[in-house]
C-alpha cells in the first residue's frame, strides 16, 4: 500500500475515532450541529479523509440514538 493511501486510512481511522468516542457527553443538538458542520466541510472541501471519517463516526452516533428512541430496550 502506497505511503499517500495509508495515511489516508490513518487519517479516516483518528477522524471516525475522535468522532466516535470524544461526543458521547455532547447533547443531541450539538452533535447534530457538528453532523451539519461536517457535511458542509465535505461539500466545499471535498472527500478529505479526516472529515468523511468524522462524518461517518457521528453520523452512527446519531443514528443508534434515533434506534434507540425508536425501539427502546427495557
Known amino acids: 500500500m502506497p505511503v499517500t493511501q495509508t495515511l489516508s486510512l490513518v487519517e479516516f481511522l ?3 475515532a ?3 468516542l470524544v461526543p458521547r457527553h455532547l447533547s443531541n443538538q450539538m452533535m447534530m450541529a457538528f453532523l451539519v458542520i461536517l457535511g458542509f466541510l465535505l461539500i466545499v472541501l471535498g472527500p478529505e479523509p ?3 471519517g ?3 463516526g457521528l453520523g452512527w452516533i446519531l443514528l443508534n440514538v434515533a434506534v434507540d428512541r ?3 430496550i427495557e
Do not use: C, Q, R, T
Request: glycine share 14%; aromatic share 26%; net charge neutral.
Open 14 to 16: 483518528l477522524g471516525f
Open 18 to 20: 475522535a468522532s466516535y
Open 50 to 52: 479526516i472529515v468523511l
Open 54 to 56: 468524522g462524518f461517518i
Open 70 to 72: 425508536v425501539f427502546p
